[in-house]
């Protein structure tokens, strides 16, 4: 099982980021997909996520109207678009796939917004 995300960098404030997870190793299609990230001193929270099939959607609260989570399942990859990026954006972004038993995470991007 592999999940790799990709797409990270530093981006000055109000300027757009696109995520990537490449996934392989389990069924992707049945996984609910989503993106955490882990700010220095911080604990891990839940940004977004997405449900297989019908591809209901839930967002944290502060990046609502600002970021989409989207996935591809004949790609096997799941994508966070960001807009609007803050300084408090600022964070490792965590990829995870979870179905009944399973719990699968990425390594990790960094996401740095600064002037």
Same mark, same amino acid.
């Given at each position: 099982?592999? &999940?790799?995300? %990709?797409?990270?960098?530093?981006?000055?404030?109000?300027?757009?980021?696109?995520?990537?997870? !490449? /996934? !392989?190793?389990?069924?992707?299609?049945?996984?609910? @997909?989503?993106?955490?990230? =882990? /700010?220095? $001193? #911080?604990?891990?929270?839940? *940004?977004?996520?997405? %449900? %297989? /099939? *019908? +591809?209901?959607?839930?967002? &944290? +609260?502060?990046? #609502?109207?600002?970021?989409?989570?989207?996935?591809?399942? /004949? #790609?096997?990859?799941?994508? &966070?678009? @960001?807009?609007? &990026? #803050?300084?408090?954006?600022?964070?490792?972004?965590?990829?995870?796939?979870?179905?009944?038993?399973?719990?699968?995470? $990425? =390594?990790?991007?960094?996401?740095?917004?600064? %002037?």
């Amino acid at each position: 099982v592999q &999940l790799v995300e %990709s797409g990270g960098g530093s981006v000055q404030p109000g300027g757009p980021l696109r995520l990537s997870c !490449s /996934a !392989s190793g389990f069924p992707f299609s049945r996984y609910y @997909m989503s993106w955490y990230r =882990q /700010a220095p $001193g #911080k604990e891990r929270e839940f *940004v977004a996520g997405i %449900s %297989s /099939a *019908v +591809d209901i959607t839930n967002y &944290l +609260d502060s990046v #609502k109207g600002r970021f989409t989570i989207s996935r591809d399942d /004949a #790609k096997t990859t799941v994508y &966070l678009q @960001m807009n609007s &990026l #803050k300084p408090e954006d600022t964070a490792v972004y965590y990829c995870n796939g979870r179905f009944i038993g399973d719990d699968y995470w $990425g =390594q990790g991007t960094q996401v740095t917004v600064s %002037s």
